[in-house]
Protein backbone atom coordinates (compact mmCIF):
# COMPACT_ATOMS: atom_id res chain seq x y z
CA UNK A 1 0.00 0.00 0.00
CA UNK A 2 1.24 3.75 -0.75
CA UNK A 3 1.56 6.07 2.01
CA UNK A 4 0.83 8.88 -0.92
CA UNK A 5 -0.61 9.42 -4.36
CA UNK A 6 0.37 12.53 -6.41
CA UNK A 7 -2.64 13.54 -8.99
CA UNK A 8 -1.79 16.08 -11.83
CA UNK A 9 -5.01 18.02 -12.57
CA UNK A 10 -4.22 19.76 -15.96
CA UNK A 11 -7.43 22.01 -16.61
CA UNK A 12 -11.04 22.95 -15.31
CA UNK A 13 -12.56 21.55 -18.09
CA UNK A 14 -10.53 19.42 -20.44
CA UNK A 15 -10.43 21.19 -23.85
CA UNK A 16 -10.22 24.48 -21.97
CA UNK A 17 -6.35 24.27 -21.89
CA UNK A 18 -3.37 25.27 -19.51
CA UNK A 19 0.39 26.08 -19.33
CA UNK A 20 2.96 23.45 -20.99
CA UNK A 21 5.04 24.70 -18.50
CA UNK A 22 2.89 24.21 -15.38
CA UNK A 23 2.14 20.66 -17.06
CA UNK A 24 6.01 19.49 -17.07
CA UNK A 25 6.28 21.00 -13.47
CA UNK A 26 3.62 18.29 -12.15
CA UNK A 27 5.21 16.22 -14.39
CA UNK A 28 8.34 16.49 -12.99
CA UNK A 29 6.99 16.04 -9.46
CA UNK A 30 6.41 12.26 -10.56
CA UNK A 31 2.72 11.73 -10.35
CA UNK A 32 0.80 8.65 -9.78
CA UNK A 33 -1.72 9.93 -12.24
CA UNK A 34 -2.98 12.48 -14.97
CA UNK A 35 -6.73 13.03 -14.06
CA UNK A 36 -9.09 15.66 -16.00
CA UNK A 37 -12.97 16.29 -15.71
CA UNK A 38 -14.44 17.03 -19.14
CA UNK A 39 -18.20 17.93 -17.80
CA UNK A 40 -20.54 20.33 -17.44
CA UNK A 41 -23.96 20.77 -17.33
CA UNK A 42 -23.66 24.39 -16.80
CA UNK A 43 -24.53 25.53 -20.50
CA UNK A 44 -28.15 23.74 -19.80
CA UNK A 45 -29.67 20.93 -21.16
CA UNK A 46 -29.19 21.40 -25.21
CA UNK A 47 -25.72 19.62 -24.78
CA UNK A 48 -27.45 16.70 -23.95
CA UNK A 49 -30.23 17.06 -25.73
CA UNK A 50 -28.22 17.47 -28.77
CA UNK A 51 -25.46 15.05 -28.44
CA UNK A 52 -23.12 18.35 -29.01
CA UNK A 53 -19.66 18.64 -27.46
CA UNK A 54 -18.86 21.82 -25.13
CA UNK A 55 -15.29 22.35 -26.48
CA UNK A 56 -14.17 22.13 -30.00
CA UNK A 57 -12.40 19.57 -31.67
CA UNK A 58 -9.25 21.32 -31.84
CA UNK A 59 -9.08 22.40 -28.37
CA UNK A 60 -9.78 18.86 -26.91
CA UNK A 61 -7.38 17.88 -28.90
CA UNK A 62 -4.37 19.71 -27.70
CA UNK A 63 -5.24 19.14 -24.33
CA UNK A 64 -5.29 15.61 -24.52
CA UNK A 65 -2.37 14.83 -26.59
CA UNK A 66 0.35 16.22 -24.23
CA UNK A 67 -1.50 14.47 -21.23
CA UNK A 68 -1.86 10.82 -23.05
CA UNK A 69 2.20 11.61 -24.60
CA UNK A 70 3.49 12.55 -20.91
CA UNK A 71 1.19 9.75 -19.49
CA UNK A 72 2.47 7.08 -21.67
CA UNK A 73 5.93 8.00 -20.98
CA UNK A 74 5.99 8.18 -17.61
CA UNK A 75 3.52 4.97 -17.68
CA UNK A 76 1.01 6.58 -15.48
CA UNK A 77 -3.11 6.23 -15.77
CA UNK A 78 -4.32 8.92 -17.58
CA UNK A 79 -8.49 9.19 -16.59
CA UNK A 80 -10.88 11.89 -18.68
CA UNK A 81 -14.03 12.28 -16.38
CA UNK A 82 -17.47 13.06 -18.33
CA UNK A 83 -16.34 12.83 -21.92
CA UNK A 84 -17.06 14.83 -24.33
CA UNK A 85 -19.13 17.28 -21.46
CA UNK A 86 -22.52 15.38 -21.18
CA UNK A 87 -20.85 12.12 -20.57
CA UNK A 88 -23.08 10.04 -23.34
CA UNK A 89 -22.91 7.41 -25.79
CA UNK A 90 -22.33 10.21 -28.46
CA UNK A 91 -20.05 12.41 -26.43
CA UNK A 92 -17.94 9.47 -25.37
CA UNK A 93 -17.58 8.13 -29.63
CA UNK A 94 -16.66 11.84 -30.01
CA UNK A 95 -13.47 11.55 -27.73
CA UNK A 96 -12.77 8.33 -29.01
CA UNK A 97 -12.26 9.97 -32.23
CA UNK A 98 -9.94 12.03 -31.01
CA UNK A 99 -8.29 9.73 -28.92
CA UNK A 100 -7.63 7.17 -31.40
CA UNK A 101 -6.40 10.07 -33.88
CA UNK A 102 -3.87 10.79 -31.19
CA UNK A 103 -2.75 7.35 -29.91
CA UNK A 104 -2.33 6.56 -34.09
CA UNK A 105 -0.48 9.55 -34.53
CA UNK A 106 2.41 8.78 -31.69
CA UNK A 107 2.11 5.23 -32.49
CA UNK A 108 0.87 4.11 -29.07
CA UNK A 109 -2.23 1.62 -30.43
CA UNK A 110 -0.78 -0.32 -27.48
CA UNK A 111 -1.69 1.75 -24.88
CA UNK A 112 -4.71 -0.26 -22.91
CA UNK A 113 -7.56 2.10 -23.83
CA UNK A 114 -11.23 1.31 -21.91
CA UNK A 115 -14.19 3.09 -21.75
CA UNK A 116 -16.65 3.41 -19.07
CA UNK A 117 -20.21 4.03 -20.27
CA UNK A 118 -22.41 6.14 -18.73
CA UNK A 119 -26.17 5.49 -20.10
CA UNK A 120 -28.65 4.09 -18.26
CA UNK A 121 -31.06 2.09 -20.75
CA UNK A 122 -34.27 3.44 -20.91
CA UNK A 123 -36.40 -0.06 -19.78
CA UNK A 124 -34.18 0.03 -16.82
CA UNK A 125 -35.53 3.41 -15.49
CA UNK A 126 -38.70 2.68 -16.78
CA UNK A 127 -39.36 -0.23 -14.72
CA UNK A 128 -36.96 1.23 -11.61
CA UNK A 129 -39.69 3.77 -12.16
CA UNK A 130 -42.34 1.78 -11.29
CA UNK A 131 -40.64 -0.04 -8.43
CA UNK A 132 -40.69 3.51 -6.92
CA UNK A 133 -36.79 3.45 -7.11
CA UNK A 134 -36.89 6.72 -8.99
CA UNK A 135 -37.16 10.34 -7.39
CA UNK A 136 -37.12 13.61 -8.04
CA UNK A 137 -33.83 15.54 -7.42
CA UNK A 138 -35.27 18.56 -5.45
CA UNK A 139 -39.04 20.31 -5.61
CA UNK A 140 -38.33 22.49 -9.05
CA UNK A 141 -38.09 19.01 -10.95
CA UNK A 142 -41.16 17.64 -12.58
CA UNK A 143 -42.14 14.00 -12.07
CA UNK A 144 -41.30 11.26 -14.65
CA UNK A 145 -44.18 10.05 -16.45
CA UNK A 146 -43.77 7.30 -18.73
CA UNK A 147 -44.60 9.97 -21.97
CA UNK A 148 -41.82 12.41 -20.68
CA UNK A 149 -39.63 9.21 -20.41
CA UNK A 150 -40.38 8.35 -23.54
CA UNK A 151 -39.79 11.94 -25.27
CA UNK A 152 -36.44 12.10 -23.05
CA UNK A 153 -33.54 11.49 -25.94
CA UNK A 154 -31.04 9.90 -24.14
CA UNK A 155 -30.22 9.50 -20.34
CA UNK A 156 -26.66 9.14 -18.96
CA UNK A 157 -25.86 8.65 -15.15
CA UNK A 158 -22.97 10.24 -12.85
CA UNK A 159 -20.62 7.40 -11.72
CA UNK A 160 -19.38 7.15 -8.77
CA UNK A 161 -15.32 5.99 -8.43
CA UNK A 162 -16.45 2.13 -8.38
CA UNK A 163 -15.95 0.95 -11.59
CA UNK A 164 -13.11 3.60 -12.29
CA UNK A 165 -11.00 1.49 -10.11
CA UNK A 166 -12.25 -1.66 -11.67
CA UNK A 167 -10.86 -0.23 -14.29
CA UNK A 168 -7.54 0.89 -13.10
CA UNK A 169 -7.39 -2.79 -11.49
CA UNK A 170 -7.68 -4.54 -14.79
CA UNK A 171 -4.49 -2.59 -15.94
CA UNK A 172 -5.98 0.10 -18.43
CA UNK A 173 -3.47 2.79 -18.51
CA UNK A 174 -5.89 5.22 -20.31
CA UNK A 175 -9.73 5.72 -19.29
CA UNK A 176 -12.29 7.48 -20.52
CA UNK A 177 -15.38 7.34 -18.31
CA UNK A 178 -18.85 8.88 -19.68
CA UNK A 179 -20.88 10.54 -17.27
CA UNK A 180 -19.11 10.81 -13.91
CA UNK A 181 -19.33 12.66 -11.02
CA UNK A 182 -16.64 15.44 -11.32
CA UNK A 183 -14.53 14.33 -8.52
CA UNK A 184 -15.07 10.28 -8.64
CA UNK A 185 -11.84 10.04 -10.99
CA UNK A 186 -9.85 11.67 -8.60
CA UNK A 187 -10.93 9.64 -5.81
CA UNK A 188 -10.59 6.28 -7.66
CA UNK A 189 -6.93 6.48 -8.01
CA UNK A 190 -6.54 7.03 -4.08
CA UNK A 191 -8.84 4.47 -3.09
CA UNK A 192 -7.67 1.45 -5.72
CA UNK A 193 -4.27 2.79 -3.41
CA UNK A 194 -5.57 1.73 -0.43
CA UNK A 195 -5.92 5.61 0.52
CA UNK A 196 -8.64 7.52 2.74
CA UNK A 197 -11.94 7.89 0.20
CA UNK A 198 -12.35 10.85 1.80
CA UNK A 199 -9.65 12.49 1.05
CA UNK A 200 -9.76 11.21 -2.58
CA UNK A 201 -13.36 12.46 -2.86
CA UNK A 202 -12.12 16.08 -1.17
CA UNK A 203 -9.28 16.17 -2.82
CA UNK A 204 -10.74 15.67 -6.35
CA UNK A 205 -13.88 18.32 -5.46
CA UNK A 206 -11.01 20.79 -5.38
CA UNK A 207 -9.09 19.27 -8.25
CA UNK A 208 -11.75 18.76 -10.97
CA UNK A 209 -11.15 22.49 -11.26
CA UNK A 210 -7.80 22.31 -11.19
CA UNK A 211 -6.09 25.91 -10.09
CA UNK A 212 -9.68 27.59 -9.46
CA UNK A 213 -9.19 27.47 -5.96
CA UNK A 214 -5.78 29.74 -6.55
CA UNK A 215 -4.96 33.17 -5.66
CA UNK A 216 -5.36 34.04 -8.61
CA UNK A 217 -8.26 31.23 -9.62
CA UNK A 218 -8.06 29.97 -12.78
CA UNK A 219 -9.16 27.16 -14.46
CA UNK A 220 -6.95 26.84 -17.31
CA UNK A 221 -3.84 26.20 -15.14
CA UNK A 222 -2.48 23.16 -13.41
CA UNK A 223 -2.23 21.77 -10.02
CA UNK A 224 -1.10 19.17 -8.08
CA UNK A 225 -2.91 17.00 -5.17
CA UNK A 226 -0.99 14.97 -2.80
CA UNK A 227 -3.05 11.99 -0.72
CA UNK A 228 -1.62 10.91 2.19
CA UNK A 229 -3.65 8.14 5.15
CA UNK A 230 -3.76 11.72 7.06
CA UNK A 231 -5.19 14.17 4.85
CA UNK A 232 -4.29 15.59 1.40
CA UNK A 233 -2.13 18.91 -0.24
CA UNK A 234 -3.38 21.25 -3.04
CA UNK A 235 0.08 22.82 -4.69
CA UNK A 236 -0.59 25.06 -7.91
CA UNK A 237 1.82 24.47 -10.50
CA UNK A 238 2.12 27.87 -11.93
CA UNK A 239 4.32 30.10 -9.57
CA UNK A 240 1.97 32.92 -10.52
CA UNK A 241 -0.28 31.74 -8.21
CA UNK A 242 -0.39 29.95 -4.57
CA UNK A 243 -3.27 28.71 -2.10
CA UNK A 244 -4.64 30.00 1.38
CA UNK A 245 -6.20 28.55 3.73
CA UNK A 246 -9.64 30.71 3.16
CA UNK A 247 -9.46 30.47 -1.05
CA UNK A 248 -9.33 26.26 -0.52
CA UNK A 249 -12.21 26.28 2.24
CA UNK A 250 -13.94 28.90 0.21
CA UNK A 251 -13.93 26.20 -2.98
CA UNK A 252 -16.90 23.86 -1.66
CA UNK A 253 -18.88 26.96 -1.65
CA UNK A 254 -18.73 26.40 -5.61
CA UNK A 255 -21.76 25.46 -7.77
CA UNK A 256 -23.28 23.66 -4.69
CA UNK A 257 -25.94 23.60 -2.79
CA UNK A 258 -24.37 23.83 0.41
CA UNK A 259 -20.87 24.60 1.97
CA UNK A 260 -19.97 21.56 3.45
CA UNK A 261 -22.07 18.87 2.70
CA UNK A 262 -21.69 17.10 -0.67
CA UNK A 263 -23.82 14.21 -2.04
CA UNK A 264 -22.09 12.05 -4.71
CA UNK A 265 -23.12 8.18 -6.18
CA UNK A 266 -23.72 6.10 -2.71
CA UNK A 267 -21.65 8.75 -0.53
CA UNK A 268 -21.97 12.10 1.48
CA UNK A 269 -19.00 13.75 2.30
CA UNK A 270 -19.23 16.15 5.47
CA UNK A 271 -16.35 19.19 4.60
CA UNK A 272 -17.96 20.69 8.53
CA UNK A 273 -14.72 20.18 10.51
CA UNK A 274 -12.12 20.44 7.86
CA UNK A 275 -9.13 22.33 8.85
CA UNK A 276 -6.88 24.21 5.81
CA UNK A 277 -3.31 24.74 6.46
CA UNK A 278 -1.00 27.22 5.21
CA UNK A 279 2.01 25.30 4.80
CA UNK A 280 4.11 28.45 3.37
CA UNK A 281 4.86 26.98 -0.31
CA UNK A 282 1.46 28.21 -1.53
CA UNK A 283 0.25 24.91 -0.41
CA UNK A 284 -2.49 23.82 1.99
CA UNK A 285 -2.58 20.74 3.93
CA UNK A 286 -6.34 19.82 4.60
CA UNK A 287 -6.91 17.38 7.52
CA UNK A 288 -10.48 16.23 8.82
CA UNK A 289 -13.11 15.14 5.67
CA UNK A 290 -15.46 13.06 6.39
CA UNK A 291 -16.96 10.25 4.30
CA UNK A 292 -20.26 8.05 5.00
CA UNK A 293 -22.17 5.40 2.77
CA UNK A 294 -25.71 5.63 1.80
CA UNK A 295 -27.76 2.95 1.99
CA UNK A 296 -29.64 2.71 -0.73
CA UNK A 297 -27.00 3.88 -3.28
CA UNK A 298 -28.10 6.00 -5.75
CA UNK A 299 -27.34 7.62 -8.72
CA UNK A 300 -28.47 10.81 -10.49
CA UNK A 301 -29.98 10.32 -13.75
CA UNK A 302 -29.58 13.57 -16.56
CA UNK A 303 -32.00 13.51 -19.28
CA UNK A 304 -33.05 15.90 -21.67
CA UNK A 305 -36.25 16.18 -24.49
CA UNK A 306 -37.01 18.31 -26.75
CA UNK A 307 -39.08 21.47 -24.97
CA UNK A 308 -39.68 23.39 -28.30
CA UNK A 309 -38.36 25.21 -31.67
CA UNK A 310 -37.10 28.71 -31.57
CA UNK A 311 -37.02 31.76 -33.73
CA UNK A 312 -35.75 35.30 -32.84
CA UNK A 313 -34.56 38.48 -33.43
CA UNK A 314 -32.02 41.27 -31.62
CA UNK A 315 -33.31 44.65 -32.21
CA UNK A 316 -32.55 48.05 -30.57
CA UNK A 317 -34.47 51.13 -29.60
CA UNK A 318 -33.80 54.63 -29.33
CA UNK A 319 -36.99 56.58 -29.63
CA UNK A 320 -37.88 57.98 -25.96
CA UNK A 321 -41.40 57.62 -26.65
CA UNK A 322 -41.10 54.03 -27.96
CA UNK A 323 -38.62 53.70 -24.72
CA UNK A 324 -40.79 54.92 -22.44
CA UNK A 325 -43.76 52.72 -23.18
CA UNK A 326 -42.15 49.60 -24.37
CA UNK A 327 -43.88 46.61 -22.44
CA UNK A 328 -47.22 47.74 -23.44
CA UNK A 329 -46.00 48.33 -27.48
CA UNK A 330 -44.70 44.63 -27.12
CA UNK A 331 -47.85 43.18 -25.46
CA UNK A 332 -50.17 45.25 -27.83
CA UNK A 333 -47.84 43.63 -30.84
CA UNK A 334 -48.15 39.84 -30.07
CA UNK A 335 -52.23 40.87 -29.35
CA UNK A 336 -52.23 41.59 -33.45
CA UNK A 337 -50.25 38.76 -33.68
CA UNK A 338 -52.85 36.36 -32.21
CA UNK A 339 -55.70 37.99 -34.02
CA UNK A 340 -54.16 37.33 -37.49
CA UNK A 341 -52.92 33.67 -36.48
CA UNK A 342 -56.52 32.70 -34.82
CA UNK A 343 -56.61 29.60 -36.91
CA UNK A 344 -53.31 28.52 -35.14
CA UNK A 345 -54.22 27.33 -31.32
CA UNK A 346 -53.73 29.35 -29.13
CA UNK A 347 -51.10 27.16 -27.27
CA UNK A 348 -48.99 26.38 -30.16
CA UNK A 349 -46.32 28.92 -29.80
CA UNK A 350 -45.71 31.64 -27.12
CA UNK A 351 -43.99 34.43 -27.71
CA UNK A 352 -41.45 36.18 -24.92
CA UNK A 353 -39.53 39.31 -24.96
CA UNK A 354 -36.36 40.39 -23.20
CA UNK A 355 -36.11 44.24 -22.69
CA UNK A 356 -32.12 44.48 -21.93
CA UNK A 357 -31.31 48.08 -20.05
CA UNK A 358 -34.63 47.57 -18.09
CA UNK A 359 -35.50 44.51 -16.98
CA UNK A 360 -33.41 41.78 -19.50
CA UNK A 361 -31.53 39.53 -16.63
CA UNK A 362 -34.19 39.82 -13.84
CA UNK A 363 -37.50 40.12 -15.55
CA UNK A 364 -39.43 40.62 -12.43
CA UNK A 365 -36.90 40.65 -9.71
CA UNK A 366 -35.42 44.29 -10.93
CA UNK A 367 -35.28 46.81 -8.36
CA UNK A 368 -33.83 49.29 -10.62
CA UNK A 369 -36.78 50.56 -13.04
CA UNK A 370 -35.26 53.59 -14.10
CA UNK A 371 -35.62 54.02 -17.59
CA UNK A 372 -32.48 53.84 -20.19
CA UNK A 373 -31.85 56.21 -23.48
CA UNK A 374 -31.84 53.02 -25.21
CA UNK A 375 -32.79 49.47 -25.09
CA UNK A 376 -31.67 46.21 -26.58
CA UNK A 377 -34.81 43.81 -27.38
CA UNK A 378 -34.85 40.24 -28.30
CA UNK A 379 -38.19 38.80 -29.20
CA UNK A 380 -38.23 35.25 -29.85
CA UNK A 381 -41.10 32.70 -30.73
CA UNK A 382 -41.09 29.29 -28.84
CA UNK A 383 -43.31 26.59 -31.37
CA UNK A 384 -44.35 22.90 -31.89
CA UNK A 385 -42.35 23.17 -35.18
CA UNK A 386 -39.60 25.26 -36.83
CA UNK A 387 -41.82 26.15 -39.31
CA UNK A 388 -44.69 27.68 -36.96
CA UNK A 389 -41.78 29.38 -34.91
CA UNK A 390 -40.24 31.08 -38.25
CA UNK A 391 -43.84 32.12 -39.38
CA UNK A 392 -44.90 33.95 -36.31
CA UNK A 393 -42.03 35.43 -35.57
CA UNK A 394 -41.58 36.92 -39.28
CA UNK A 395 -45.29 38.51 -38.65
CA UNK A 396 -44.15 39.91 -34.85
CA UNK A 397 -41.01 41.40 -36.15
CA UNK A 398 -42.78 43.18 -38.82
CA UNK A 399 -45.74 44.17 -36.48
CA UNK A 400 -43.34 45.53 -33.78
CA UNK A 401 -41.32 47.22 -36.43
CA UNK A 402 -44.41 49.27 -37.85
CA UNK A 403 -46.52 49.18 -34.90
CA UNK A 404 -48.29 52.88 -34.32
CA UNK A 405 -48.19 53.63 -30.99
CA UNK A 406 -50.17 56.17 -28.99
CA UNK A 407 -48.14 59.63 -29.99
CA UNK A 408 -45.69 58.28 -32.22
CA UNK A 409 -43.02 60.47 -34.24
CA UNK A 410 -40.73 57.84 -35.79
CA UNK A 411 -42.99 56.66 -38.64
CA UNK A 412 -40.83 55.15 -40.76
CA UNK A 413 -39.69 52.40 -38.22
CA UNK A 414 -39.07 51.31 -34.39
CA UNK A 415 -36.50 48.97 -34.33
CA UNK A 416 -32.86 49.20 -35.45
CA UNK A 417 -31.87 45.23 -36.56
CA UNK A 418 -28.02 45.19 -36.41
CA UNK A 419 -28.20 41.79 -39.08
CA UNK A 420 -29.96 41.12 -42.10
CA UNK A 421 -31.69 38.92 -42.47
CA UNK A 422 -33.19 39.67 -38.80
CA UNK A 423 -34.78 36.51 -38.05
CA UNK A 424 -32.52 33.70 -36.49
CA UNK A 425 -34.20 30.01 -36.97
CA UNK A 426 -32.35 28.76 -34.27
CA UNK A 427 -33.41 25.03 -33.76
CA UNK A 428 -34.66 23.05 -30.95
CA UNK A 429 -34.46 23.78 -27.41
CA UNK A 430 -34.13 21.65 -24.64
CA UNK A 431 -35.20 20.85 -21.24
CA UNK A 432 -33.95 18.49 -18.42
CA UNK A 433 -36.77 16.06 -18.54
CA UNK A 434 -34.71 13.87 -16.55
CA UNK A 435 -33.13 14.93 -12.95
CA UNK A 436 -33.55 12.22 -10.64
CA UNK A 437 -32.01 9.85 -8.29
CA UNK A 438 -32.38 5.91 -8.99
CA UNK A 439 -31.70 3.42 -6.82
CA UNK A 440 -28.75 1.15 -8.18
CA UNK A 441 -27.85 -2.68 -6.94
CA UNK A 442 -24.35 -0.99 -6.81
CA UNK A 443 -21.76 1.47 -8.07
CA UNK A 444 -20.52 -1.09 -10.81
CA UNK A 445 -23.95 -1.99 -11.77
CA UNK A 446 -25.13 0.27 -14.65
CA UNK A 447 -21.56 1.27 -15.97
CA UNK A 448 -20.01 -1.59 -18.64
CA UNK A 449 -16.33 -1.47 -18.89
CA UNK A 450 -15.09 -2.23 -22.04
CA UNK A 451 -11.80 -2.60 -23.80
CA UNK A 452 -10.75 -0.30 -26.34
CA UNK A 453 -7.04 -1.19 -27.26
CA UNK A 454 -6.08 -0.34 -30.70
CA UNK A 455 -3.16 -2.73 -30.56
CA UNK A 456 -3.65 -5.40 -33.45
CA UNK A 457 -6.34 -8.39 -33.45
CA UNK A 458 -8.04 -6.15 -30.60
CA UNK A 459 -10.75 -5.17 -33.31
CA UNK A 460 -13.72 -6.94 -31.47
CA UNK A 461 -14.43 -5.25 -28.31
CA UNK A 462 -14.96 -7.70 -25.47
CA UNK A 463 -16.92 -6.33 -22.16
CA UNK A 464 -15.21 -7.28 -19.05
CA UNK B 1 -23.99 49.99 4.06
CA UNK B 2 -24.98 47.31 1.31
CA UNK B 3 -23.75 43.69 1.84
CA UNK B 4 -22.54 44.23 -1.71
CA UNK B 5 -19.76 47.02 -0.62
CA UNK B 6 -19.61 44.71 2.94
CA UNK B 7 -18.87 41.26 0.71
CA UNK B 8 -15.48 40.35 -0.50
CA UNK B 9 -17.46 37.88 -3.17
CA UNK B 10 -21.02 37.96 -3.60
CA UNK B 11 -22.07 35.74 -6.61
CA UNK B 12 -24.81 33.58 -7.80
CA UNK B 13 -24.66 30.31 -9.90
CA UNK B 14 -26.38 27.33 -10.97
CA UNK B 15 -26.09 24.36 -8.65
CA UNK B 16 -27.78 21.77 -10.70
CA UNK B 17 -30.15 22.86 -13.50
CA UNK B 18 -32.85 23.46 -10.53
CA UNK B 19 -31.28 25.85 -8.61
CA UNK B 20 -29.61 28.71 -7.85
CA UNK B 21 -27.13 29.54 -5.14
CA UNK B 22 -25.80 32.74 -3.75
CA UNK B 23 -22.26 32.73 -2.11
CA UNK B 24 -21.17 35.82 -0.32
CA UNK B 25 -17.59 36.08 1.26
CA UNK B 26 -16.18 37.97 3.44
CA UNK B 27 -12.07 38.36 4.39
CA UNK B 28 -12.60 40.20 7.57
CA UNK B 29 -13.90 37.68 10.49
CA UNK B 30 -14.92 40.43 12.37
CA UNK B 31 -17.52 41.74 9.64
CA UNK B 32 -18.32 38.17 8.62
CA UNK B 33 -19.20 37.50 12.50
CA UNK B 34 -21.26 41.20 12.55
CA UNK B 35 -23.04 39.83 9.79
CA UNK B 36 -23.67 36.37 11.11
CA UNK B 37 -25.13 37.79 14.08
CA UNK B 38 -27.38 40.20 13.07
CA UNK B 39 -29.58 37.15 12.10
CA UNK B 40 -30.69 39.31 8.73
CA UNK B 41 -30.30 36.14 6.86
CA UNK B 42 -33.05 34.49 7.14
CA UNK B 43 -35.83 32.29 4.42
CA UNK B 44 -38.11 35.57 5.19
CA UNK B 45 -35.84 38.19 4.04
CA UNK B 46 -34.39 36.34 1.42
CA UNK B 47 -38.08 35.31 0.28
CA UNK B 48 -39.25 39.12 0.20
CA UNK B 49 -35.75 39.88 -1.69
CA UNK B 50 -36.33 37.29 -4.53
CA UNK B 51 -40.55 37.08 -4.55
CA UNK B 52 -40.23 33.47 -3.64
CA UNK B 53 -42.23 31.17 -1.21
CA UNK B 54 -40.33 30.25 1.84
CA UNK B 55 -39.92 26.67 1.12
CA UNK B 56 -38.38 27.12 -2.27
CA UNK B 57 -35.77 27.92 -0.31
CA UNK B 58 -33.49 24.69 0.52
CA UNK B 59 -30.68 26.01 2.24
CA UNK B 60 -29.61 28.84 4.61
CA UNK B 61 -25.59 27.69 5.68
CA UNK B 62 -22.99 29.86 7.73
CA UNK B 63 -19.38 28.27 7.20
CA UNK B 64 -17.24 29.99 9.61
CA UNK B 65 -13.78 28.05 8.27
CA UNK B 66 -14.47 29.96 5.04
CA UNK B 67 -15.89 33.49 6.60
CA UNK B 68 -19.12 33.10 4.14
CA UNK B 69 -22.82 31.97 3.64
CA UNK B 70 -24.26 30.28 0.86
CA UNK B 71 -28.09 30.69 0.24
CA UNK B 72 -29.87 28.06 -2.41
CA UNK B 73 -33.12 28.38 -3.93
CA UNK B 74 -35.43 26.05 -6.54
CA UNK B 75 -35.77 27.85 -9.69
CA UNK B 76 -38.64 28.92 -11.41
CA UNK B 77 -37.56 28.02 -14.52
CA UNK B 78 -34.87 25.27 -15.22
CA UNK B 79 -31.36 25.97 -17.29
CA UNK B 80 -31.48 27.01 -20.33
CA UNK B 81 -34.70 25.70 -21.35
CA UNK B 82 -38.15 28.27 -22.77
CA UNK B 83 -38.43 31.51 -20.86
CA UNK B 84 -34.78 31.25 -18.95
CA UNK B 85 -32.89 34.14 -19.08
CA UNK B 86 -29.69 33.37 -17.28
CA UNK B 87 -28.24 30.28 -18.30
CA UNK B 88 -25.79 30.12 -15.51
CA UNK B 89 -27.27 31.98 -13.02
CA UNK B 90 -24.42 33.79 -13.12
CA UNK B 91 -26.79 37.33 -12.55
CA UNK B 92 -28.86 36.94 -10.00
CA UNK B 93 -26.71 38.02 -7.32
CA UNK B 94 -28.13 41.65 -7.51
CA UNK B 95 -30.98 41.69 -5.41
CA UNK B 96 -29.11 39.91 -2.47
CA UNK B 97 -26.50 42.59 -2.46
CA UNK B 98 -29.04 45.42 -2.10
CA UNK B 99 -29.81 44.54 1.10
CA UNK B 100 -29.06 47.06 3.73
CA UNK B 101 -27.20 45.56 7.09
Redesign the interface.
Known amino acids: MKQEIRLLAPCGILGYGYPKESFLNGMAMKPDAIVVDAGS ?6 KLGAGVAIVSRQACKKDLELMITEGAKAKIPVIVGSAGGSGGRVHVEWTMRIVREILTEHGLEAMRTAVIWGDIPKEVVAERLKEGKVTP ?5 KPLTEERLAETNSIVAQMGHEPVVEALKAGYQLIICGRAYDPAPFAAVAIWQGLPAAYGYHAGKILECAALCAVPGTTKDCMLGTITQDGFRITPLSPSRKCTS ?1 SV ?2 H ?9 ILHGPGTVLDL ?1 N ?3 AEMGDGSVWVTGSRISSTDPYCIKLEGARR ?2 Y ?1 TFVIAGARDPLFIRSVEEIEKLAEEQVRAYYQEIPEEDY ?1 I ?1 F ?1 NYGIN ?6 E ?1 NRELPHEVGIVFEV ?1 AKDQELADAVCATLRSTLLHYGYEGRKSTAGNLAFPFAPSDVSFGP ?4 SV ?1 HLMEAADGCELFPIEDMTMAEGREDHEAV | MKLYDAAK ?1 IRS ?7 I ?1 L ?1 V ?1 F ?1 DPKRYEQVKRMGLITKKTVAGL ?2 IAE ?2 I ?2 I ?1 F ?1 D ?6 I ?1 F ?3 I ?11 GA ?2 H ?2 LG ?1 LEI
Open positions: TDAGPHLGNAVLAATFYEKDHPYECRFAARRHIGVMGDLPLVYEFY | VKNSGPFSTDLDYHDATQVFAALGFKTDRKSSGTCLDTDVYQQIPE
